[in-house]
């Protein structure tokens, strides 16, 4: 019984490919909407940890390995925890034309700018 259905599993692993999505770039909202300022909320409290990485690898380059990691980890925390609550706050007030026309409150816009993994819509 269990090599019958260690065969349909593998069967099974072997098919997955064919049924899932072909990844692509996320694709945005235009600037100024309620949309835009809801992906940018939703984006940025699943990726702030993204922010960690980006300044650890940054310090890295200007100062020695380890003490670069060490100034870039601290950095990075602060910086994660700061788009983590923008990411919420934008959830949050997602309907609301605040701050200045769904306008973003932290630099970059995504923490995904980093991986170059947005598209704008034309």
């Known amino acids: 019984m269990s090599s019958r259905v260690a065969n349909v599993t593998v069967f099974l692993l072997l098919l997955s490919p064919l049924f899932l999505p072909r990844a692509e770039a996320?694709?945005?909202a235009a600037?100024?909407?309620w949309q835009r300022k809801l992906q940018r909320g939703f984006l940025n409290a699943a990726?702030?940890?993204l922010?960690?990485?980006n300044e650890m690898a940054k310090e890295k380059r200007d100062e020695k390995?380890?003490?670069g990691w060490l100034?870039?980890?601290?950095?990075?925390s602060v910086f994660a925890v700061l788009r983590a609550f923008s990411g919420v706050y934008d959830v949050v007030t997602f309907?609301?034309?605040a701050p200045s026309g769904f306008g973003p409150i932290y630099e970059p816009e995504?923490?995904?700018e980093y991986l170059g993994l947005l598209k704008e819509v034309p």
């Open 26 to 28: 996320a694709t945005l």
């Open 31 to 33: 600037k100024g909407t």
């Open 47 to 49: 990726f702030s940890p």
């Open 51 to 53: 922010e960690i990485s």
């Open 65 to 67: 390995a380890f003490i």
């Open 71 to 76: 100034n870039g980890l601290g950095r990075g």
């Open 95 to 97: 309907p609301l034309p």
């Open 110 to 112: 995504f923490a995904l």
